[in-house]
């Protein structure tokens, strides 16, 4: 069977069964990650995006070396700071403008000199910083942590449902409503990715972790990715590479109700999503082809910051930016926009 992973996926545009629409990137993809510093413009498409970042906003390169960097999250207030992964590099990376940039933690997860072949991806990914610890998606252990920031001391939740190791999680959100984790499973830690011998579940989804630390499936869906949810904790919103963006409508238990395609990559020409966030007002911040696409509740994609280096996930901070993981560096812009915080 023919497979995609993430970065074929990311290149090409495959999404929804595309090509780069009309429309799309104004960079060609032969022009992403060159090496040279992230650069990039604001695409204003809507008025309603000059209540959310100016159209002359510049994204300012920060630090590179970086292997894969991903799952970026602001920990404390304006002058707080940002923890990022370096997936491959087995590492977080902790980040203050003006101070600089260091390694926060290694091994970010798979731990041994060596990790095994068929492993892809070792160290952590996605990341979500909490008052009572950061959230950790450990791709290379394959489950969920909770890392204290002081000690470092790591945490399990869960590695396992029903006796089944995890694919390799990936990305994660905290509902407004009752404080549970959302994230998501797909297989892109893995070396062979669905193919992978390593796996023992035979689906790819969305699961639950409650404040009691009780553990459900919420979907199954066919390549999960990024995940957010809605302001009310009424729509969980993630990336299927397979079809787009989805929008899960939520019950009062916290269950899915209805399922239906928020960005359709073949009528919006965005493609090839990955980590995204929700906005105070509901707002998708969400990476794509060639930059950052921001979308309304409503699904109208109001603009787009478009940049010559792929976009792996984003981060609203409370020092008034927006931070990119674009591949091997890291990059920011102002915004006005400020993010739905649920700690």
């Keep these: 069977m023919l497979t995609f992973t993430r970065r074929d996926i990311l290149a090409t545009g495959l999404a929804g069964g595309i090509g780069v629409a009309a429309g799309g990137p104004i960079f060609a993809q032969e022009d992403l990650d060159t090496g040279a510093p ?3 413009k604001v695409e204003r498409l809507d008025p309603a995006l000059d209540a959310l970042i100016d159209a002359d906003a510049v994204v300012e ?10 799952g970026p999250t602001w920990v404390g ?8 992964s370096d997936v491959i590099g087995n590492r977080i990376h902790r980040l203050k403008v003006g101070t600089g940039d260091m390694i926060w933690l290694q091994p970010s997860g798979y731990v041994g000199a060596l990790f095994p072949n068929s492993i892809k991806e070792p160290g952590s990914n996605g990341l979500y910083a909490t008052r009572r610890g950061l959230l950790l998606a450990d791709s290379g252990n394959r489950g969920l942590f909770r890392v204290d920031y002081k000690t470092k001391r790591r945490t399990l939740l869960h590695d396992r449902f029903e006796g089944k ?9 905290i509902s407004p409503r009752d ?7 797909p297989a892109y830690g893995l070396k062979d990715t669905l193919e992978s011998s390593l796996r023992e579940l035979d689906f790819t989804g969305i699961f639950r972790v409650k404040t009691d630390n009780s553990l459900s499936l919420v979907a199954k869906v066919d390549v999960p990715n990024g995940i957010g949810i809605s302001p009310d904790g009424t729509v969980l919103y993630c990336t299927d590479v397979s079809r787009g963006w989805l929008a899960h409508r939520l019950d009062s ?3 899915v109700a209805e399922t239906r ?4 990559p073949a009528a919006t ?5 990955d980590g995204l966030k929700i906005d105070s007002h509901g707002n998708m911040w969400t990476s794509m082809l060639g930059g950052i696409a921001i979308v309304s509740p409503a699904g109208r994609v109001l603009g787009k910051i478009v940049t010559n280096s792929i976009v792996s996930n984003c981060e609203l901070a409370a020092d008034g930016y927006l931070y990119m993981s674009c591949n091997h560096q890291m990059a920011r812009i102002r915004v006005k926009a400020q993010k739905l915080v649920v700690a």
């Design 165 to 173: 190791r995890f694919n390799s999680p990936n990305d994660m959100c």
């Design 77 to 84: 207030g304006k002058d707080g700071y940002l923890l990022y």
């Design 61 to 70: 390169p920060l630090t590179g070396g970086l292997i894969w960097c991903e």
């Design 269 to 273: 020409g965005i493609t090839a999503g």
């Design 261 to 264: 395609i928020f960005i359709d």
């Design 38 to 40: 992230v650069a990039g």
């Design 253 to 255: 238990d916290g269950s």
């Design 179 to 185: 404080g549970s984790i959302y994230f998501t499973d």
